[in-house]
């Protein structure tokens, strides 16, 4: 089956613009990640989901970062009054399980998010 | 706390030798899972291999071996006789269930392999 995929690869906007970033899963996975790569931070873990529920959103960096997730597939990321500092590439992983279970988490591709 | 620590920053390396690629991790977690994912230039991380903390045994997949000790908290990575497509950046990953029931992926810093031909 097809892995997982993200839109759009690459993502340029202006201070302040609101950005969406979307994630689909591999078929049938229920977790799903997103991680944040930046050059000064290496790999940050930002959320997860199990199912439309994520029981931990302490990774996001700041209220203006929100996520959901809708009928235990697609992801949507949302960042607010974007800032420059927000410039990094936004990773999104699934694995079947999550819950009490370490299962291997696949990536997309990736979003380049750049501000400007 | 996890923490990973993959000193070495950038390997250079000449096709056809071997290399390896050091990972030291930490946790306090009697139970933990260790990955390999090698990121080329093209942006996506590739899955390599996941190692559970019982698990001590080697193991060799074609080109590639890991090592994995836990006397020193160590997961190396070697590849054998090295290829120009085995350019890439590539992380040591560890992964406990935390008290809040669920995983997540503790990343190192990454060691960019660069092979010439």
């Known amino acids: 089956g097809a892995g997982v995929s993200q839109s759009p690869s690459n993502k340029v906007t202006e201070k302040g613009k609101d950005v969406e970033l979307r994630c689909d899963p591999i078929?049938?996975?229920?977790?799903l990640y997103w991680y944040r790569q930046s050059l000064g931070q290496g790999l940050e873990f930002l959320i997860y989901?199990?199912?439309?529920?994520?029981?931990?959103k302490s990774g996001l960096p700041s209220d203006r970062f929100s996520a959901e997730r809708t009928g235990g597939s697609v992801s949507t990321l949302t960042i607010q009054r974007t800032q420059q500092e927000d410039s990094a590439v936004y990773l999104c992983?699934?694995?079947?399980?999550?819950?009490?279970?370490?299962?291997?988490?696949?990536f997309g591709p990736g979003t380049r998010l750049t501000v400007l | 706390a996890q923490k990973v620590t993959q000193a070495q920053t950038e390997i250079s390396v000449v096709e056809k030798e071997d290399v390896t690629l050091d990972c030291v991790y930490e946790?306090?977690?009697?139970?933990?899972?260790l990955f390999w994912y090698k990121q080329p230039p093209s942006g996506e991380l590739v899955f390599l291999i996941r190692?559970?903390?019982?698990?001590?045994q080697n193991e060799i997949s074609g080109r590639y071996s890991w090592n994995f000790q836990k006397s020193t908290s160590s997961f190396n990575f070697t590849i054998t006789a090295s290829q120009v497509v085995d350019s890439a950046v590539y992380f040591c990953?560890?992964?406990?269930?935390?008290?809040?029931?669920?995983?997540?992926?503790?990343f190192g810093k990454g060691t960019m392999l660069l092979v010439s031909p």
């Open positions: 990953a560890l992964s406990v269930v935390g008290y809040s029931g669920y995983s997540t992926l503790t």
């Open positions: 989901f199990q199912g439309n529920s994520a029981p931990d």
């Open positions: 946790t306090r977690d009697t139970t933990y899972y």
């Open positions: 992983a699934s694995s079947l399980e999550g819950q009490g279970r370490t299962d291997t988490q696949y």
């Open positions: 078929s049938g996975h229920t977790a």
């Open positions: 190692r559970n903390s019982f698990d001590e």
